[in-house]
């Protein structure tokens, strides 16, 4: 780094969040096009798909091609409204107020990533009603401030649909202020693509995954919640990369985390030995 452009980053706040490297992304669809037009107007997303399909990889890798910092904020029941827009804090020279990261995001112009926000209680989500309508504004209460978003700011959410429970789920005040684009399971032919290039894995072992994943999502509804992922498929590919035979690393990555029942452990253990 120059010596100029590390002293422009000393006072950019959100230096910290750009996204440097390209992200490896493999569109299925026009997943891109679609969040390229959200963007143009701000428009809130949704990201809704299964576990391990690629949702977080997508953000980075748009955050990346739109040249916008992402702040990612893992949401969770415990998180209150005052980690999401800050509060005050004690330091030598009395209190002093620190933005938390939604409103970095918001004061700074960077895409703001709230991962699994249905982790977080209906309370705390209502903070980002005012960001998500035309108002574009944060209320600091605490502080007596108004923060009007900054033009480049936009706030991407995460939502795994089927997984939701009466007491977990967005309100419907919260989910219809946004655009949702839907993403699945790859096709075979895409989800060896992935799994080859995340993995280092050649075609071979490749496609043997993905006919056990294959096979596994079929298991879905019959004693599983959900099959393997490609994130499962690709901690598979990296064991069989490391010297691992296939069918025990399929064990450790795609049978053994995902069930404890003993017949559905023998199911995929009998997917994988027709699929090797
Ligand atoms: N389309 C894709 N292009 C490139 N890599 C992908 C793609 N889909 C999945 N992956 C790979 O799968 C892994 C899991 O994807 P990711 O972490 O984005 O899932 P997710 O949908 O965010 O899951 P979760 O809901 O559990 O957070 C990534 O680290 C990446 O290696
Ligand atoms: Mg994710």
């Known amino acids: 780094m120059t010596q100029t452009r590390a002293r422009a980053d000393a006072g950019n706040p959100l230096a910290g969040f750009k996204v440097g490297r390209e992200p490896y992304f493999r569109a299925i669809g ?50 209150t409204a005052s980690d999401l827009v800050g509060r005050y804090l004690l330091d030598a020279g009395g209190t002093v107020w620190h933005d938390g990261p939604l409103t970095l995001a918001v004061r700074h112009g960077a ?42 700011f936009q706030i991407v959410i995460s939502y795994n649909p ?4 009466v007491l977990k ?41 993905v006919c056990i994943a294959k096979r596994s999502r079929n298991l879905k509804g019959q004693g599983l919640d959900e099959g393997a992922s490609t994130r ?20 450790v990555a795609m049978v053994v985390p995902i069930t404890d029942d003993p017949d559905l452990r023998d199911a995929l253990t009998g997917a994988i030995a027709a699929c090797i």
């Open 30 to 79: 026009n997943e891109v096009e679609l969040y390229e037009a959200a963007y143009r107007t701000r428009m809130p997303v949704m990201l809704k798909g299964p576990t391990g399909c690629g949702k977080t990889r997508f953000v980075e890798h748009m955050a990346w091609k739109l040249n916008r910092p992402l702040i990612t904020i893992s949401c969770h029941e415990d998180m």
């Open 169 to 209: 789920d967005l309100k419907e005040s919260t989910k219809q202020r946004f655009g949702a684009i839907g993403f699945s399971y790859p096709s075979p032919e895409i989800e060896a693509e992935i799994v080859m290039r995340e993995a280092g894995v050649d075609r071979r072992a490749a496609d043997t995954l």
């Open 162 to 165: 089927g997984y939701q429970s």
């Open 111 to 152: 895409i703001c990533y709230l991962d699994e926000i249905v982790e977080a209680r209906q309370d705390t989500t209502v903070v980002i009603h005012s960001l998500t309508d035309d108002r574009r504004m944060l209320p600091l209460e605490k502080k007596n401030e108004v923060v009007q978003a900054h033009p480049d």
């Open 232 to 251: 499962m498929l690709i901690n598979a590919g990296l064991l069989i990369a490391g010297g691992i035979p296939i069918a025990e690393a399929c064990q």
